[in-house]
């Protein structure tokens, strides 16, 4: 089921598993000729709408999550000479386009703002992340990136709302 999906064909374009073989394009749509009901049960949740939306003032969705080379807060890979090199401190991602709009390029130092807070990330341009949205990550505690997220939560899981964060950029 895994054979198919390396790396190198994840960083072209996402892969949905099964793909059993290399030139396999990936199954789009599960469980087309019916679900096997006797090996699982779903249970369909209600759809809740974040607390917060994007709005004029604060027009970014930005994301928060991880980096494959750190660890939960990085507090030991970040120790790791080699794990260090490849992310030494935390940057913003930023659409191409979203880019050119306000002004900035990779390297550049923004400020990520909302009402609840700012953050100064140096910007990295890469053109997987979609217009509108915003990527960092939370391994540095030199960043408090969770000072930006809001009050709103999962009802089930008591979650915060750690991907939908409406913020807006400045040029620093």
Same mark, same amino acid.
């Given at each position: 089921?895994? !054979?198919?999906?390396?790396y190198?064909?994840? %960083?072209? %374009?996402?892969?949905?598993?099964?793909?059993?073989?290399?030139?396999?394009?990936?199954?789009?749509?599960?469980?087309?000729?019916?679900?096997p009901?006797?090996?699982?049960?779903?249970?369909?949740?209600?759809?809740?709408?974040? #607390?917060?939306?994007? =709005?004029?003032?604060?027009?970014?969705?930005?994301?928060?999550? !991880?980096?494959?080379?750190?660890?939960?807060? @990085?507090?030991?890979?970040?120790?790791?000479?080699?794990?260090?090199?490849?992310?030494?401190?935390?940057? /913003?991602?930023?659409?191409?386009? =979203?880019? #050119?709009?306000?002004? /900035?390029?990779?390297?550049?130092?923004?400020?990520?703002?909302?009402?609840? @807070?700012?953050?100064?990330?140096?910007?990295?341009?890469?053109?997987? /992340?979609?217009?509108?949205?915003?990527?960092? =990550?939370?391994?540095f505690? #030199?960043?408090?990136?969770?000072?930006?997220?809001?009050? @709103?939560?999962?009802?089930?899981?008591?979650?915060?709302?750690?991907?939908?964060?409406p913020?807006?950029?400045? %040029?620093?």
């Amino acid at each position: 089921a895994w !054979k198919g999906i390396s790396y190198h064909r994840l %960083k072209e %374009k996402g892969i949905h598993w099964p793909c059993p073989e290399k030139k396999h394009p990936g199954t789009q749509l599960l469980f087309t000729t019916g679900f096997p009901r006797k090996k699982i049960r779903l249970a369909l949740s209600k759809y809740l709408p974040p #607390e917060e939306e994007p =709005d004029k003032e604060h027009p970014f969705i930005l994301i928060t999550g !991880k980096r494959l080379s750190h660890f939960r807060c @990085g507090g030991k890979t970040r120790r790791v000479e080699k794990l260090k090199n490849l992310y030494p401190y935390p940057v /913003i991602e930023v659409n191409p386009v =979203d880019a #050119e709009k306000l002004g /900035i390029s990779t390297g550049s130092l923004v400020k990520v703002k909302n009402l609840r @807070g700012e953050v100064k990330l140096k910007v990295h341009v890469n053109k997987r /992340i979609p217009q509108g949205y915003l990527f960092t =990550d939370y391994h540095f505690d #030199e960043i408090p990136i969770n000072i930006l997220v809001g009050n @709103g939560a999962d009802e089930f899981t008591e979650t915060p709302e750690y991907k939908v964060v409406p913020v807006r950029v400045e %040029k620093v």
